[in-house]
Nanobody, 125 residues
Framework: QVQLVESGGGLVQAGGSLRLSCAAS????????MGWFRQAPGKEREFVAA????????YYTDSVKGRFTISRDNAKNTVYLQMNSLKPEDTAVYYC??????????????????WGQGTQVTVSS
């Protein structure tokens, strides 16, 4: 089992940057595909980015391409989401998630096995 704890959220002005971190427990972190999702009030949880086991493959939803970067440090059991050029529509609770299995391309909520508690990101205009 993996326990995930996000940090780094906060309030930022439009155009600013934040870096989210997600620390994982356990010794098998490198065997999980990691993803970031977000959920705005009144909306469904949506995919943001995913990264493969060694970080060699990444995938982003269209709305964050060129602005967000997902990365991981397997030695530190941590996955990151660097968010630049933030917009008010990026405001949401951001969740990290871990997925077992053989495919690194995971964009659906149901494809992930473990979730963090979330961290709030608020972008003011």
């Amino acid at each position: 089992q993996v326990q995930l704890v996000e940090s780094g959220g906060g309030l930022v002005q439009a155009g600013g940057s934040l870096r989210l971190s997600c620390a994982a427990s356990g010794r098998t972190f490198s065997s999980y595909v990691m993803g970031w999702f977000r959920q705005a009030p009144g909306k469904e949880r949506e995919f943001v980015a995913a990264i493969s086991w060694t970080g060699g493959n990444t995938y982003y939803t269209d709305s964050v391409k060129g602005r967000f970067t997902i990365s991981r440090d397997n030695a530190k059991n941590t996955v990151y989401l660097q968010m630049n050029s933030l917009k008010p529509e990026d405001t949401a609770v951001y969740y990290c998630a871990a997925a077992r299995g053989r495919s690194w391309y995971r964009t659906l909520v149901d494809e992930y096995d473990y979730w963090g508690q979330g961290t709030q990101v608020t972008v003011s205009s």
